[in-house]
């Protein structure tokens, strides 16, 4: 896993990302611009912020200059806000104080960690590294390196045997007009909502992934281009339904779609990604908010 070491995240009083664990609790960054780095928690107090004098320093405007405070209670660790401005979360609620337990996910500014405690953190640590080579750290969806392979391997097995695959490509529309309009946190919160009420639709045989920014991708075998069609349909209206609410803040958001059917001429995967693609960009053409295939 690659580890984005910068001038603007600084690690004090701990371990680097290199050091053994040994049952030390722990910070895992899941999401953010040093994806992947491991903050030991030896400390009984760490402090989390922009000023550069605290223990896990992020350079970040949506995050305050001493943003929430990690320490050892009676009862384990707490984390704390320290009045911040855009807040801290917990597994995705805002809080004043919360004690952590063993694979909570903590969201300061528009980065997310992972705690890990107890007498298994190495394994822990190792399992969440492999996890975020296979999932998005924001949607908690599979990733485009997952999505690429599986579709790689569908591709393959549908030419093969000549069955029926097909994928349905959708992003949201006006997307940056939310992050500019209500701030880069909301749309990480649309994003993530979105994920959970669209989880709901998803088969165990399929998959669903994020592809890219706002755009998505869901994997359908034996699927053909009728049957995508109606699906994306479905998915398009679940979101045009959907009120998202974040921070008493609500909004709606719509999302365009495009359908891609595996055809004899298709060569690659790559031949079947630009096919939706293509669709999507007409969907959007034709004035957003509809599906195309």
Excluded: W
Aim: net charge negative; proline share 1%; aromatic share 8%.
């Amino acid at each position: 896993m690659k580890d984005n070491n910068n001038d603007t995240t600084r690690v004090t009083s701990m371990h680097s990302i290199s050091g053994s664990l040994g049952g030390t609790d722990c910070l895992i960054q899941i999401y953010g611009d040093a994806l992947g780095r491991k903050y030991e928690l030896y400390d009984p107090i760490c402090t989390i912020g922009r000023d550069p004098q605290n223990e896990v320093v992020l350079d970040s405007d949506s995050v305050s200059r001493r943003h929430a405070i990690l320490e050892l209670c009676d009862a384990g660790r707490l984390i704390r806000d320290l009045d911040s401005t855009n807040g801290t979360y917990l597994n995705d609620i805002q809080i004043r104080s919360a004690v952590l337990s063993n694979g909570d996910l903590i969201k300061v500014g528009d980065t997310i960690f992972k705690y890990l405690s107890g007498s298994n953190v190495e394994s822990l640590y190792h399992e969440e590294i492999y996890n975020m080579t296979i999932s998005d750290g924001l949607t908690q969806i599979s990733n485009k390196r997952f999505l690429m392979d599986h579709l790689d391997k569908e591709f393959s097995r549908a030419k093969r045997y000549d069955r029926q695959l097909s994928i349905v490509m959708f992003d949201l529309d006006h997307f940056k007009d939310v992050n500019d309009q209500y701030g880069h946190l909301t749309g990480d919160y649309v994003l993530k909502e979105l994920a959970v009420i669209l989880k709901k639709r998803i088969r165990k045989e399929e998959v669903f992934a994020r592809y890219g920014g706002e755009e998505f991708v869901v994997v359908l075998p034996e699927s053909d281009r009728e049957s995508a069609f109606q699906f994306g349909e479905i998915l398009r209206s679940m979101v045009e339904e959907h009120i998202f609410e974040f921070e008493g803040q609500p909004l709606r958001v719509t999302i365009s779609v495009g359908i891609g059917t595996l055809q004899t001429a298709m060569e690659t995967i790559s031949d079947l990604i630009k096919q939706a693609d293509e669709f999507l960009y007409e969907a959007k053409g034709a004035g957003r908010n509809q599906v195309k295939g």
